[in-house]
């Protein structure tokens, strides 16, 4: 986390006592994308030791830092993330294993996007069943009307997602920070953990939301959706901000992280 994104009353979470090896730059990354896998998991967004998050090395635009292959979520910290090139292989000379198809989309994003420091691609059971809609997601919340006429979206093609996809899907993705997967999941992009992380809370939560709402229109009640006055005002209220998304948000979650489960600073 940026220390511009850092709050001057005194609630910034303590992070650990860095590696020496390790710069103080790069550790407040591994900090942040190591809570944000535990986040993740602690909402059920992972997906066995599938999906994952991955994040610029502060600095370099050829090395990320991304989960090894084989950890669940609650078992990611700081320590032992790994460092990929853009290809998705480990050249932290650890010798671990990283998943070089995982990081596909990833390595797409980051490389077209130089604000996408931070990538998210998650397979949760909202996410996919709203991706399977022909509808997409609808504005039948606030939370989904963040992402009004600001989604992109892409057409599942299998399982490979080879040179020519990676392009098309970067197009589609465009400036947007957010994308639904047809068929397969969702994804966001941020400036900051904190971004990528926020606008997938958001998104998770608006897709939740659809499903509950549909289930209960099928049983025999009515849809409403706002007019579209509303959700155009709606949409440029909840994007005013030029700021990075979660500034606010992510210390308190730090703090929760490190009262609950410090594990993962380490």
């Known amino acids: 986390m940026d220390d511009a994104a850092r709050p001057d009353d005194g609630t910034a979470p303590a992070y650990a006592a860095r590696p020496a090896h390790i710069g103080e730059a790069e550790w407040r990354a591994r900090v942040d994308l190591a809570a944000c896998y535990r986040l993740a998991g602690r909402h059920g967004w992972d997906d066995l030791i599938y999906t994952h998050v991955s994040l610029r090395l502060p600095g370099r635009g050829d090395a990320f830092l991304i989960n090894p292959f084989g950890l669940a979520f609650a078992e990611i910290s700081a320590s032992n993330l790994l460092v990929v090139d853009t290809r998705g292989q480990v050249i932290d000379g650890s010798g671990r294993r990283a998943n070089p198809s995982g990081f596909a989309i990833h390595g797409a994003v980051h490389r077209a996007r130089a604000d996408a420091h931070c990538v998210i691609h998650l397979h949760t059971t909202a996410g996919i069943a709203v991706s399977a809609l022909a509808e997409g997601l609808l504005p039948l919340s606030q939370h989904a009307l963040r992402f009004w006429h600001d989604i992109a979206y892409h057409d599942y093609q299998g399982l490979a997602l080879g040179a020519q996809e990676q392009a098309q899907l970067v197009a589609e993705l465009g400036g947007h920070r957010a994308m639904i997967l047809r068929n397969h999941g969702t994804l966001t992009c941020g400036r900051t953990v904190a971004e990528a992380y926020v606008l997938m809370h958001t998104l998770e939560k608006a897709c939740a939301i659809q499903l509950a709402a549909l289930a209960a229109a099928h049983g025999g009640g009515g849809l ?43």
């Open 224 to 266: 409403h959706v706002p007019p579209a006055e509303v959700l155009e005002r709606s949409h440029a209220q909840l994007t005013a901000d030029s700021e990075p998304e979660g500034a606010l948000e992510w210390p308190a979650l730090l703090r929760g992280l490190l009262r609950e489960a410090p594990g993962f600073a380490r």
